[in-house]
């Protein structure tokens, strides 16, 4: 740990220098108003930056910025494109150790699973890099009289704002998909993690990519994200957040028309049958809820559990949960960090009174661990039942509720009996019974015996208040550019 703090220190010693300043065609600049805001460490609630407070002036620039960039960037060869951008995917490889330790020290998210984050990020670009050649491509339409042909162009410049949980790697989802799509964008991090956001676009430029084609403006959901999404001269807007953010955001940006791509929250189920493998299915429940503190919309915050297995099953989660090392973010051995900032720490800690007076109980966990910082310690909440707000609402931390379901039929009800439609995870050697509920679990993304893992080509997204629109393979190139018609007579 002594070790990993030192070279963080390091690597973070610009930030402390010089703040987290916004990047606009090409340029490092302090927001307009010369404001700042300060992001901190959920460690120990010390100031690790000061941060460029942009509003609409400075969306006004990168948007300006971007539409310059476009004309030329929409323009580029995709081989060219894709030779740049998977010279981003190697600088991100290059400086990968730089970004994950950022993103621990911002965000309290453990080094183990921000490692590995940062070479998704990697991924990412190359993943979307090599479809930037047929991008364009389309089909031949032809009946009797016409000959049409179909292709694809770039949108227009697009506007990304994420979230702090995973900030890094999910900026790349949506970023690395535009580019190559021949779009540029103008980033709105998340207020309370903007330091990685900006190794982005550093390592981006230094890979070659024009200056404008990224641009990056820091500031509050309130003034400088909705400048972004009321903008006129940004034609869509790919988001990550709230649910009841994307649905502000929609408002905000239906005067101007754009095309809008939510991925929201998830109060995600998993579903375990009696004749699951019960030692994969508890890993897994365990994994998907105490992995990056819970902040993570695909999370099993729900665990439907089959009343015959219940009892053992929640034993074995409260015994696996009691375990977990709750530590220092850059500690190797940490599983659950700090929970990202004091007022998110607020939240999660009222459920554990939710829980109480909703009559549930705490088989694990259910408190803070120590004074300094927001650390929670992983926490299963059982004899719990669907109605409850720990079983319906969004928590956001390593909090998991266990519920006894009798047969398929009640599975299913409550599984559906949410909000949220983003994931569901099921676990039965029961093929026909696999079928029939994945026919009829409301989710956009089902694992059947396993936890989530992704295959970048299939596609990523949520039913009912979980998002609309999907991410991966060509669904994001679909989302970046406009399909475009031409009719010949025969
Ligand atoms: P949030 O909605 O509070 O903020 C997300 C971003 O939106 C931030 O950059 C914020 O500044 C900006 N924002 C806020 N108000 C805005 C406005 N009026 N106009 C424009 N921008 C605005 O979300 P959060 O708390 O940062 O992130 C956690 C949420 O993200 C959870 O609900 C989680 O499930 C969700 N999430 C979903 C996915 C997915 O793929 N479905 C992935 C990760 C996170």
């Known amino acids: 740990l002594e070790e990993n703090l030192s070279k963080a220190k390091a690597y973070m010693a610009k930030f402390a220098e010089i703040g987290v300043l916004n990047h606009i065609g090409g340029e490092s600049v302090p927001a307009k108003s010369g404001k700042v805001f300060e992001t901190t460490s959920p460690v120990d609630g010390k100031v690790l930056a000061s941060v460029a407070k942009g509003d609409e002036s400075d969306i006004d620039a990168a948007v300006a910025a971007a539409k310059e960039a476009f004309k030329t960037w929409s323009k580029m060869p995709g081989k060219e494109r894709r030779a740049i951008l998977i010279k981003v995917a190697e600088g991100i490889e290059a400086r990968a150790e730089e970004i994950a330790f950022t993103e621990c020290m911002d965000t309290g998210q453990a080094l183990r699973f921000m490692s590995k984050a940062a070479i998704r990020g990697a991924a990412n670009f190359r993943f979307f890099a090599d479809q930037a050649p047929t991008a364009e491509d389309g089909l031949a339409l032809r009946n009797p009289n016409q000959m049409n042909v179909t292709s694809r162009r770039p949108i227009g410049p697009i506007g990304v ?9 999910l900026s790349t989802w949506k970023i690395a998909p535009a580019l190559a799509a021949g779009c540029t964008v103008v980033h709105k991090p998340a207020e309370f993690s903007p330091m990685t956001a900006k190794l982005l676009v550093e390592i981006a430029e230094e890979a070659g990519l024009p200056k404008g084609v990224l641009n990056l403006v820091n500031g509050f959901g309130e003034d400088a994200g909705k400048a972004l999404t009321e903008h006129k001269d940004i034609k869509a807007i790919a988001f990550v957040g709230e649910s009841r953010t ?90 659950v960090g700090p929970l990202i900032h004091p007022e998110h720490e607020t939240k999660v800690l009222s459920y554990f009174d939710k829980a109480k007076a909703s009559g549930a109980t705490i088989a694990a966990g259910g ?117 475009v018609n031409v009719s010949f007579p025969r």
């Open 246 to 335: 994307g649905s502000l955001i929609m408002k905000q940006g239906a005067d101007t028309l754009k095309r809008f791509h939510l991925e929201l929250g998830g109060k995600n189920p998993v579903i375990v049958f009696d004749d699951a493998d019960m030692e994969r299915a508890v890993d897994a429940a365990a994994f998907m809820i105490y992995s990056l503190n819970g902040e993570r919309c695909t999370s099993s915050s729900r665990v439907l559990v089959q009343d015959s297995i219940y009892e053992e099953f929640t034993a074995k989660l409260a015994d696996v949960a009691s375990r977990i090392k709750v530590g220092h973010p850059l500690d190797p051995e940490t599983v």
């Open 161 to 169: 704002i994420t979230p702090w949980n995973t900030p890094f790697m």
């Open 367 to 483: 408190e803070k661990v120590g004074e300094e910082g927001c650390f929670v310690r992983p926490t299963l909440f059982t004899n719990a039942s669907n109605d409850m707000d720990i079983a319906q609402e969004e928590i956001f931390g390593p909090v998991l509720t266990a519920i006894p379901f009798k047969d398929d039929e009640e599975a299913l009800k409550l599984a559906n009996d949410v909000e949220y439609g983003l994931a569901a995870y099921l676990w039965t050697n029961d093929l026909n019974r696999a079928m029939y509920m994945t026919d009829n679990l409301e989710a956009g993304m089902m694992w059947v015996n396993s936890e989530n893992v992704r295959h970048l080509p299939s596609p990523f997204g949520g039913v009912k208040a979980s998002g609309i629109g999907r991410d991966g393979g060509d669904w994001s190139f679909d989302f970046y550019m406009e399909t």
